[in-house]
């Protein structure tokens, strides 16, 4: 009997609300962003486009892992530097959850200055869905750094659903 993975429509966000470019010097120079673009294939397959981001994490059980995309392609805004371009890559999985987060998260640093690697420094119980993911995720960090982050900080988490129901 062959089975199918449908990913769920709904995932979860936690973004705080602030003022872009909080006027910092950084903030009038910046003129690039980064993106990840993502394909949720019906045969539980994910088509991924990185374009300078953190790469998503794949987490299964309690283990986390990054997912490998070869050919990133530079931030938007960064596409005059180089007329390489990336392709988009598809992963033969279908993780439990898959969770992609901005910099906030990855270059928070702990005291000593070690960044946190999402694929690294934690692991969320290991039935632990999309919301869970997110809170066990973002508390990470924030022990990690000790302190308050000065950067953006976001989290999706997407769950899939093996039994082909929109959860």
């Keep these: 009997m062959a ?11 936690r973004c705080p609300r602030r003022p872009v470019g909080g006027g910092t010097e950084d903030s009038a120079t910046e003129g690039f962003a980064t993106a990840l673009l993502i394909q949720f294939g019906t045969d ?23 997912l490998a995309l070869p050919d990133a392609e530079l931030p938007l805004g960064m596409f005059h530097l ?15 959850v898959l969770v992609c987060v ?16 999402p694929a690294r420094h934690w692991a969320p119980p290991p039935q632990a869905n999309a919301a869970q993911v997110v809170d066990h995720l973002t508390a990470a960090a924030r022990a990690w750094g000790g302190r308050p982050r000065n950067d953006d900080v976001a989290v999706v988490a997407v769950e899939a659903s093996a039994a082909g129901a929109l959860t």
């Design 102 to 117: 901005t910099g906030g998260i990855t270059e928070t640093r702990a005291p000593e200055g070690t960044f946190f690697d």
């Design 3 to 13: 089975t199918s993975t449908r990913w769920c429509t709904r995932g979860t966000l």
């Design 44 to 66: 539980g397959r994910i088509t991924v486009l990185n374009c300078g981001h953190p790469a998503p994490c794949a987490v299964e059980n309690g283990l986390v892992r990054e």
């Design 82 to 96: 180089s007329s390489e371009r990336g392709r988009p890559h598809t992963v033969e999985t279908t993780p439990q």
